[in-house]
């Protein structure tokens, strides 16, 4: 839950609500004042693909004249592929062109939500907030309308007092009322199954959520291929390594339907990543990296937009799995020479730390991960302590491998003081992928002091950690999945049929992920098994075809597979 805000801050809220609900009586046109209040984002709609601005089909009928319905409806496609600033500023336009339209005003607070993104920031929450106490105070509303708002209205009650997950259940149980009750809207059936995904619980394995969610929407692909919406939730719902080939259809139609939407671009990679299809992943990444930057450009933000370091996470996953080091490299130092991103966000501070850790990590340069550093840029890692902590697992790791335990000790120091920070401030997802790194950090201390039992109990712990939990949708993957340091540990101790067992779990959760391939095709060799050996070789050797790749155990298992 967020940090409360000052009290004259909240008596502040608490006047300008009052001054809102005065001023319209539930019934009139609200103040000029009142919707200035709002600091409503305005102007051109901007967007970095076809000339003619395509983002899917949308037929969302509201209250209004027939060009109050066209704009409706275009701020309705970008709502849905997550284009939150450009949706505001096409419900702004029908605020300034028909002040009187409730469900606009809605749509503010829905462009505030984010609801499958990190919780709203407390000027997101006052803002949300305000807009539906004056789409509420409208008269001008059918009574679907007004279920909408007041569905959306307990998403923001109580705000500085319930935490984020409960309100995302209070919309959800009066989404699904609205669902029921009118069965026969798309958007009602569309919006539902958003608030299931948006009310999931992340320590919930059954997926239940998720697979209500797409019965709908499976059902709606078949009569709405073009909706933008539907195709992209049905890529969240299904984001998870049980659920993922289900969603494959999707994920390679999204583009297509919403190809002026960089993160509509983006997005079907997370269907790929989840299947090990790398080359669609470095597509899929490679143009919205483009768009993002496109996107910069033409509204002249400070620097670089989020969205495009999104991308640069995944893009340099997927090369690491090809093993294509001298492209992921590049990326890494271009990297270097961002200093500013807007917003800077949770997702702008996950790839700061992420990317150079992943690419030391995943190429075992232990000497480079001890001596990596936190990212100057326009932010402050204060407010990120999951992200940083990335960092400091990393050098944990680097200087365990290096045998310098008194460092790896300090990191691990800082491990915990990070935790207790999540801890108080209540983020128990958080706090858990850190207790994982804390867990994983201390068996490899343990395992270079000698003590291989203890080390590998504690691995197995934070390996089982893990298989509790689910990733984060922010990215491709855990840094080093825990349970393949276990199959690294059990193989450095020559158990190698149960290092071969902790790959071959981890293959199941991540398709096609390198360093397991090639772990398992090593624990298979030691212990015997050439044929489960030459089985995995010829599986990596296919997948990780790059011709930019130096790895070395990518030309060991050649020369393995050239012998046979």
Not at 191 to 213: R, V
């Amino acid at each position: 839950m967020k940090k409360l805000i000052p009290v004259f801050m909240q008596l502040f809220y608490i006047l300008l609500s009052l001054a809102i609900l005065s001023c319209n009586n539930h019934n009139s046109t609200p103040s000029n004042a009142s919707i200035k209040q709002l600091n409503l984002k305005t102007g051109d709609v901007i967007s970095c693909g076809p000339a003619d601005a395509q983002f899917g089909s949308v037929d969302f009928d509201v209250t209004g004249s027939k060009k109050v319905k066209k704009d409706f409806n275009l701020a309705i496609k970008l709502l849905h592929s997550f284009e939150y600033d450009e949706s505001e500023k096409v419900f702004a336009k029908i605020i300034e062109e028909a002040p009187d339209c409730a469900m606009a005003y809605w749509g503010v607070a829905m462009c505030n939500f984010h609801a499958l993104w990190t919780p709203p920031t407390e000027s997101e929450l006052i803002k949300g907030t305000n807009a539906i106490t004056l789409a509420k105070s409208l008269s001008k509303k059918s009574a679907k309308e007004s279920a909408y708002i007041e569905a959306l209205g307990l998403f923001y009650k109580d705000w500085n007092k319930t935490d984020h997950l409960t309100r995302c259940a209070n919309w959800e149980n009066a989404m699904e009322k609205l669902y029921v009750s009118y069965p026969g809207d798309q958007e009602a059936a569309i919006f539902y199954a958003l608030s299931l995904n948006a009310a999931t619980n992340p320590n919930d394995k059954s997926y239940a959520n998720q697979k209500k969610a797409g019965k709908i929407l499976d059902a709606l692909y078949k009569v709405a291929p073009n909706h933008p919406g539907m195709i992209h939730y049905i890529i969240h719902t299904y984001d998870y390594p049980q659920l993922a080939a289900s969603a494959l259809p999707a994920a390679r139609r999204y583009a297509d339907v919403a190809p002026s939407s960089a993160h509509a671009r983006h997005m079907p990679s997370h269907i790929f990543t989840r299947l090990g299809l790398w080359d669609e992943c470095i597509s899929s990444n490679l143009k919205s990296i483009e768009a993002a930057q496109c996107y910069a450009q033409q509204t002249g933000i400070s620097g670089h937009w989020d969205e495009e370091l999104h991308g640069l996470d995944y893009l340099v996953y997927a090369y690491l799995q090809k093993g294509d080091n001298a492209n992921a490299e590049k990326q890494v130092q271009y990297l270097k020479t961002i200093r500013e991103v807007n917003p800077a966000n949770f997702k702008v501070a996950y790839a700061f730390a992420a990317i150079p850790c992943r690419y030391v990590l995943e190429n075992k340069k232990w000497k480079e991960a001890a001596a990596l550093d936190l990212h100057a840029a326009n932010f402050s890692w204060s407010e990120f302590p999951w992200q940083e902590a990335i960092i400091h697992f990393s050098r944990l790791l680097g200087n365990a491998h290096l045998h310098n335990v008194n460092a790896a000790k300090l990191e691990l120091a800082k491990l915990n003081q990070l935790h207790d920070t999540l801890q108080k401030q209540k983020d128990s997802y958080k706090a858990m992928q850190v207790a994982i790194q804390i867990k994983a950090g201390e068996a490899w201390i343990q395992f270079v002091s000698g003590d291989k039992t203890i080390a590998a109990d504690l691995m197995k712990l934070a390996a089982n950690m893990e298989d509790s939990t689910s990733k984060h949708p922010v990215t491709p993957g855990e840094v080093l999945p825990a349970r393949e340091l276990l199959g690294d540990m059990l193989l450095q101790m020559n158990e190698n049929k149960n290092a071969l067992q902790a790959y071959e779990a981890v293959l199941k959760q991540c398709p096609n992920r390198l360093n397991s391939l090639y772990g398992a095709g090593k624990a298979a060799e030691k212990s015997g098994d050439e044929e489960k050996a030459i089985y995995c070789y010829k599986q990596l050797s296919v997948i990780a075809n790059s011709a930019n790749s130096d790895r070395q155990d990518l030309v060991d298992l050649k020369n393995f597979l050239a012998r046979y």
